[in-house]
């Protein structure tokens, strides 16, 4: 069976300090991985999407980045941290077939900049 | 360019009354349609999806959700709530016969009253 993990489950950076989450997926080839936001009273933003190795796309400009150097390696980074930074982070993967398959999530990274 | 709309930020209900949740969408082309639950500190859980075909779906946990392609809507209900259903919400949009984003709503918080 397929499982995410994602890590470290919660952070606390001080501003300006450097990011790294890492999500891997497992017991799959070629999905389609996510890393999303999800910040006080504003939902579930999508931060990167990626339908391949070194394919992605990028929602929303910030300082963040995200790079995808295995097929089922997700990493989600940032050079200097910003308070508005905080929030908690999901990683998700689907199967790649053309929209109808569930996506999955990870169960989250918890982020606090101070 | 896809977006979702949740008309409701939080909604309480009275335990073992119905609940319904609303899910408005925008696309200018044919879509894939799924409700998500997120449960305190945890990842988002697939409840239904709508693919194609009868445009009632039921999902786990006693939920069900009706399409409305006229009206542009997903609302998600349940008839008799429980103190378990006690989450948020998210409804969610994907285009049909492509590998890409998943947008989703700001979700609703569903408060169940004892």
């Known amino acids: 069976s397929q499982t995410i993990h994602q890590w470290p489950a919660t952070l606390v950076q001080p501003v300006g300090s450097p990011l790294s989450l890492e999500c891997t997926v497992e017991g799959t080839s070629n999905p389609n991985l996510y890393w999303y936001r999800q910040a006080a009273g504003r939902g579930l933003q999508l931060l990167f999407y990626?339908?391949?190795?070194?394919?992605i796309s990028s929602e929303v400009p910030q300082n963040l980045s995200a790079s995808r150097p295995q097929d089922r390696q997700f990493i989600l980074s940032s050079k200097k941290l910003l308070l508005s930074d905080s929030g908690f982070y999901l990683c998700?993967?689907?199967?790649?077939?053309?929209?109808?398959?569930?996506?999955?999530f990870g169960e989250g990274s918890w982020l606090t900049v101070v | 360019a896809q977006s979702v709309t949740q008309l409701d930020s939080q909604v309480p209900v009275f335990e073992e009354a119905p609940v319904e949740l609303r899910c408005n969408y925008s696309?200018?082309?044919?879509?894939?349609l799924f409700w998500y639950v997120q449960y305190p500190n945890q990842g988002l859980q697939l409840l239904l999806k709508?693919?194609?075909?009868?445009?009632l779906v039921k999902g786990i946990n006693g939920f069900e959700a009706e399409f409305n392609k006229s009206q542009t809507s997903f609302h998600l209900r349940k008839p008799s709530v429980h103190i378990s259903d006690t989450a948020e919400y998210f409804c969610a949009v994907k285009v049909r016969d492509r590998d890409d984003k998943i947008i989703f709503g700001k979700g609703t918080r569903l408060h169940i009253l004892p």
């Open positions: 696309s200018s082309v044919s879509v894939y």
């Open positions: 990626s339908v391949g190795i070194g394919q």
């Open positions: 998700a993967w689907s199967v790649r077939g053309g929209g109808r398959n569930t996506i999955y």
């Open positions: 709508y693919l194609s075909g009868s445009t």
